[in-house]
């Protein structure tokens, strides 16, 4: 039996047994003795992202086995604030082998590990099985399944003993159950608690397949928003990707997730790290599974771009259309259209940095952008969408039978921050813009994540491909890193 352990007196007078959960994934998806399993998770946080936000309410961390996705997990775990004393910390993680109306949470005894017990807070579990039609106990739903028990030793080797476990799997196929589910929750979401959401992204695509389909997912759930989750997912799914089985297995805990942070301006999402399983010498690039770290964290003024640009989705779909429109305008007629200041939101008058890149099948075709303009935003997406179709010295114009082709992708910039080490540099968050003499060059934060290239690599190829500096040209150039909001046609469908 998985499930076994005579558990002592809960408190003096009464002397309850329980049933302690024994792990199921130690010795399949990590190590299964203690020295071992603290020796590669030293190994994977040394490896990790480090902390780039305060105020951590909530994670995405993978659930593969360690050796394909502990280091990004690491990287999620690393956003999390060790030296606090967290009153709940809740997991949700998806059923993977027995479907439920709802979802059950494990109450009848603490889980453990090969570094120990983690201790479940037994009042409040069973409180919410007993409050809601929504929750259950069910001990098969927790005896063979990975996806909650492989987050334990992370948060373990971080907090200590120091855990107070609200284990939840979720059965249901439904998204009206999750925000049921979301509904109850929300109230525990603030800086007293943490959620960790468990969940994989696409499973089974080829390696470029992989960091399509992730991408788009991923920038969907950084909207917050769960309408454009459900969208992106439908949309992944409508295109047919060779043996993509599905987009994210952990659907139902990432859409719950987005049901309580939704609409609520205070919270920023951030990416953290990706890689796929093709990035490990374990893995097949022709069969891969994502992994991708996300933080959800109460925003602070120094995390805003450059005039306070966070824009919604609103804001996003009317730049996309912005940037079709005038290539299109501009490739058939040689005209930019006139677009009045009073046709667009107040977020998009603000003079912000851009890019507008195009891809045709999946493939660059333009890419030109602008640091620090006096020109509002919607307008540097026109003139840069106007230089991307036309003006890239890589490529030949666009032409007309290419426009129903090509995809449009903008990233709008934080101001540049001169660094003086590289080691203020965070591979997929910043890109780099380096300068010497009279020549310049920059890569934007996507391409780190996109090649999967080592910091030294990002910066080789930069130097060497954007600033004909040669390869190791940046060691004597003005380095500044910058941050971006990327967004795409992909994700709304606007053609």
């Not at 399983?277 to 097949?284: I, L, M, Q, V």
């Not at 429109?325 to 046709?343: A, N």
């Not at 667009?344 to 890419?367: E, I, M, Q, W, Y």
Request: with cysteine.
């Amino acid at each position: 039996m998985i499930f076994q352990a005579h558990c002592g007196s809960q408190n003096k007078e009464n002397k309850d047994t329980c049933i302690d959960r024994e792990p199921y994934a130690a010795g399949k998806f990590y190590a299964g003795r203690p020295e071992e399993l603290k020796t590669d998770l030293k190994t994977l946080f040394n490896k990790a992202v480090s902390k780039r936000n305060d105020h951590v309410l909530a994670v995405i961390s993978p659930h593969a086995g360690y050796v394909y996705s502990g280091e990004v997990a690491a990287s999620a775990f690393n956003q999390i604030d060790r030296d606090r004393t967290y009153k709940h910390i809740f997991i949700l993680a998806s059923s993977h082998v027995k479907y439920m109306g709802g979802a059950s949470i494990y109450y009848q005894g603490d889980y453990k590990t090969p570094l120990g017990k983690v201790k479940i807070d037994r009042e409040l579990a069973k409180k919410l099985v007993d409050e809601n039609d929504v929750f259950t106990f069910d001990q098969e739903a927790d005896a063979y399944e990975h996806s909650l028990e492989v987050q334990l030793p992370f948060l373990q080797y971080l907090l200590g003993e120091n855990i107070s476990l609200v284990p939840i799997i979720i059965g249901s196929q439904s998204a009206q159950v999750c925000k049921d589910i979301a509904s109850i929750l929300k109230p525990y979401l603030n800086e007293d608690n943490l959620f960790v959401i468990s969940t994989d992204f696409s499973h089974y695509p080829s390696y470029k397949d992989a960091l399509s389909v992730d991408i788009a997912t991923a920038n969907s759930i950084l909207l917050n928003d769960p309408k454009e989750f459900l969208a992106t997912l439908k949309k992944n799914d409508a295109k047919q990707i060779p043996n993509l089985a599905t987009s994210i297995c952990g659907w139902t805990s990432v859409l719950t997730l987005l049901y309580m942070t939704e609409g609520n301006e205070k919270i920023i999402t951030t990416p953290i790290l990706y890689k796929n399983s093709g990035d490990t010498p374990y893995g097949d690039k022709n069969r891969v599974v994502g992994y991708y770290a996300i933080s959800f964290s109460l925003k602070e003024v120094s995390q805003e771009p450059a005039g306070d640009f966070m824009a919604n989705a609103e804001d996003r779909k009317q730049l996309l259309k912005i940037a079709r429109q005038t290539v299109e305008r501009y490739v058939k007629e040689h005209r930019t259209p006139v677009i009045r200041p009073e046709e667009v939101g107040n977020d998009l008058k603000v003079p912000t940095g851009a890019f507008v890149t195009l891809h045709k099948n999946g493939s660059l075709r333009g890419c030109i952008g602008r640091f620090n303009p006096e020109e509002p935003l919607y307008e540097v997406v026109q003139a840069m969408s106007v230089a991307a179709a036309t003006q890239d010295s890589r490529f030949k114009p666009v032409s007309e039978d290419e426009l129903d082709k090509i995809d449009i992708e903008i990233s709008v910039l934080t101001p540049l921050k001169k660094i003086s080490s590289i080691d203020e540099i965070i591979l997929g968050k910043h890109g780099i813009y380096m300068k010497k003499g009279f020549t310049s060059g920059t890569f934007l934060p996507q391409v780190a994540t996109e090649t999967g290239w080592t910091k030294e690599e990002f910066l080789g190829h930069c130097s060497r491909d954007k600033a004909g500096l040669g390869w190791d040209g940046w060691k004597d150039a003005e380095l500044y890193t910058y941050e971006a909001i990327i967004f795409s046609e992909n994700e709304f469908d606007l053609k």
